[in-house]
């Protein structure tokens, strides 16, 4: 035993554990401060993702494959509820063009050039995922010759599922809201609460155990409805106010009898994700 | 002249399982991430772990690259996949030397090298627990780490090895 941990050998593992340790800290850092990360990252990835290609390929085609025969034995389901739909689409698309031009109108008058509404959007497909189970992230097929940048909202199916946390010239990392890691940035939202008034707040948390994000630091006391639309609210200047985050499963009350914490259940499928929508908010 | 042509074939293969299995970590990830990243439980596949310990356990006389192996699989994971590093380039190497020194003091037969596999995975779920915690990128408790990650991780992994 005495031989197995020789002080040379201990020596060497504790000091390039310091190291480990440092770079570690070094990237978060980097990370986080900086808008893209060192040359030799950018360069790992953009190489690490051409080679990736001759694997990522097949089994991206072969699951696309599946879905697709899953979603043809859907068809007939799914054309009865669509034919539904479609019926009132019409009033719908007629309605919202009435309100967009109204709204552009109204902004002319007051000479606002920018609204928080206003974002351009970007698609790239999910060419690979992080195997952990701290940081939930997806690698896309977008980089920053695409124009991607750190810290664009990104949304997938209904609603929001995160936020671009490292960009290379070819690919991003989104970083989802469902990740464990403290790094993750907020998200601040707001949901309409009994009175009708809005309440804002900050995404602070994904519970594990109940699948739930965690909405907390809220600007009322009072009572939110369980089914309540959640959305961005677009103060921070990054995110664009309006996209769908999800709706409220149930609140929790502080040690004061004030709402301490809103769960609101993610709109969409974090774990269902072919194909991604990047917002960036429109420049003036 | 055929044993260093047996063993050169053997390397050559060991290279190319290591480049499927890192990118396959991924895919898989990412197109079964239904079932592997579910509301309750999250497993997590480490099959460029496996074969890197796999070699080590059934290869020995081959002289593989492992230690190279790892290093490159550690920063590959590390960039590609994580943005972090630092995290696998020091853990994929430091298991596989520790694997290097108890694997030279004792020799394992049947179902116990199948043990020492999922030993593997299970040291390094707990590495990878232990530094984030420690850094502070993550701040979920042991139990709930344990019932809905680590067991199920080694459960994934112990019928990825069996296959």
């Given at each position: 035993?005495?031989?197995?941990?020789a002080?040379?050998?201990?020596?060497?593992?504790?000091?390039?554990?310091l190291?480990?340790?440092?770079?570690?800290?070094?990237?978060?850092?980097?990370?986080?401060?900086?808008?893209?990360?060192?040359?030799?990252?950018?360069?790992?990835?953009?190489?690490?993702?051409?080679?990736?290609?001759i694997?990522?390929?097949?089994?991206?085609?072969?699951?696309?494959?599946?879905?697709?025969?899953?979603q043809?034995?859907?068809?007939?389901?799914?054309?009865?509820?669509?034919?539904?739909?479609?019926?009132?689409?019409?009033?719908?698309?007629?309605?919202?063009?009435?309100?967009?031009?109204?709204?552009?109108?109204l902004?002319?008058?007051?000479?606002?050039?920018?609204?928080?509404?206003?974002?351009?959007?970007?698609?790239?497909?999910?060419?690979?995922?992080?195997?952990?189970?701290?940081?939930?992230?997806l690698?896309?097929?977008?980089?920053?010759v695409?124009?991607?940048?750190?810290?664009?909202?990104?949304?997938?199916?209904?609603?929001?599922?995160?936020?671009?946390?490292?960009?290379?010239?070819?690919?991003?990392?989104?970083?989802?809201?469902?990740?464990?890691?403290?790094?993750?940035?907020?998200?601040?939202?707001?949901?309409?609460?009994?009175?009708?008034?809005?309440?804002?707040?900050?995404?602070?948390?994904?519970?594990?155990?109940?699948?739930?994000?965690?909405?907390?630091?809220?600007?009322?006391?009072?009572?939110?409805?369980?089914?309540?639309k959640?959305?961005?609210?677009?103060?921070?200047?990054?995110?664009?106010?309006?996209?769908?985050?999800?709706?409220?499963?149930?609140?929790s009350?502080?040690?004061?009898?004030?709402?301490?914490?809103?769960?609101?259940?993610?709109?969409?499928?974090?774990?269902?994700?072919?194909?991604?929508?990047?917002?960036?908010?429109?420049?003036? | 002249?055929?044993?260093?042509?047996?063993?050169?074939?053997?390397?050559?293969?060991?290279?190319?399982?290591?480049?499927?299995?890192?990118y396959?970590?991924?895919?898989?990830s990412?197109?079964?991430?239904?079932?592997?990243?579910?509301?309750?439980?999250?497993?997590?596949?480490?099959?460029?772990?496996?074969?890197?310990?796999?070699?080590?356990?059934?290869?020995?006389?081959a002289?593989?690259?492992?230690?190279?192996?790892?290093?490159?699989?550690?920063?590959?994971?590390?960039?590609?996949y994580?943005?972090i590093?630092?995290?696998?380039?020091?853990?994929?190497?430091?298991?596989?030397?520790?694997?290097?020194?108890?694997?030279?003091?004792?020799?394992?037969?049947g179902?116990?090298?199948?043990?020492?596999?999922?030993?593997?995975?299970?040291?390094?779920?707990?590495?990878?627990?232990?530094?984030?915690?420690?850094?502070?990128?993550?701040?979920?408790?042991?139990?709930?780490?344990?019932?809905?990650?680590?067991?199920?991780?080694?459960?994934?992994?112990?019928?990825?090895?069996?296959?």
């Amino acid at each position: 035993m005495r031989k197995f941990f020789a002080q040379h050998r201990t020596i060497t593992v504790m000091l390039s554990l310091l190291v480990a340790l440092g770079l570690m800290a070094g990237s978060v850092g980097i990370r986080n401060n900086q808008a893209t990360p060192t040359a030799v990252q950018q360069i790992g990835n953009t190489v690490a993702s051409w080679f990736g290609g001759i694997v990522n390929y097949p089994m991206n085609s072969a699951n696309g494959s599946v879905s697709s025969l899953g979603q043809l034995l859907n068809a007939y389901t799914e054309n009865k509820a669509l034919k539904r739909d479609v019926s009132t689409l019409q009033q719908t698309k007629l309605t919202n063009k009435t309100l967009a031009h109204e709204n552009q109108q109204l902004r002319a008058q007051l000479k606002l050039t920018r609204s928080l509404t206003d974002y351009t959007t970007l698609n790239a497909s999910v060419i690979s995922r992080n195997p952990s189970a701290w940081q939930q992230q997806l690698i896309v097929s977008k980089g920053q010759v695409d124009g991607v940048r750190k810290n664009m909202a990104v949304l997938a199916g209904s609603g929001l599922i995160g936020r671009v946390a490292e960009v290379n010239p070819t690919t991003s990392k989104i970083e989802l809201i469902s990740s464990a890691s403290e790094s993750t940035n907020q998200f601040a939202v707001a949901v309409n609460n009994d009175q009708n008034q809005l309440v804002n707040g900050l995404i602070t948390d994904y519970d594990l155990r109940t699948g739930t994000l965690v909405m907390s630091e809220v600007t009322s006391a009072d009572a939110v409805k369980a089914g309540s639309k959640v959305t961005t609210n677009g103060l921070g200047g990054v995110t664009p106010k309006g996209l769908y985050v999800g709706k409220v499963v149930k609140t929790s009350k502080g040690s004061d009898g004030k709402i301490g914490r809103i769960y609101v259940k993610p709109a969409t499928n974090l774990n269902d994700i072919n194909y991604v929508t990047i917002a960036k908010l429109r420049e003036e | 002249m055929f044993k260093w042509l047996k063993i050169t074939k053997r390397k050559v293969l060991f290279v190319i399982g290591l480049y499927v299995t890192f990118y396959f970590d991924g895919a898989l990830s990412a197109n079964m991430a239904r079932g592997l990243f579910g509301e309750r439980v999250i497993m997590v596949s480490h099959l460029a772990l496996l074969w890197l310990v796999m070699a080590q356990v059934w290869g020995r006389n081959a002289h593989l690259p492992v230690l190279t192996g790892s290093v490159i699989v550690g920063l590959g994971t590390d960039i590609y996949y994580s943005g972090i590093v630092g995290l696998a380039v020091f853990g994929l190497p430091l298991l596989v030397w520790l694997n290097q020194l108890l694997l030279s003091r004792v020799k394992l037969v049947g179902l116990w090298q199948a043990g020492y596999l999922l030993a593997s995975v299970a040291v390094y779920e707990l590495y990878l627990y232990g530094i984030e915690s420690l850094l502070g990128l993550i701040h979920v408790g042991i139990v709930t780490f344990m019932i809905r990650i680590f067991l199920p991780t080694l459960i994934l992994n112990l019928v990825i090895s069996f296959c």
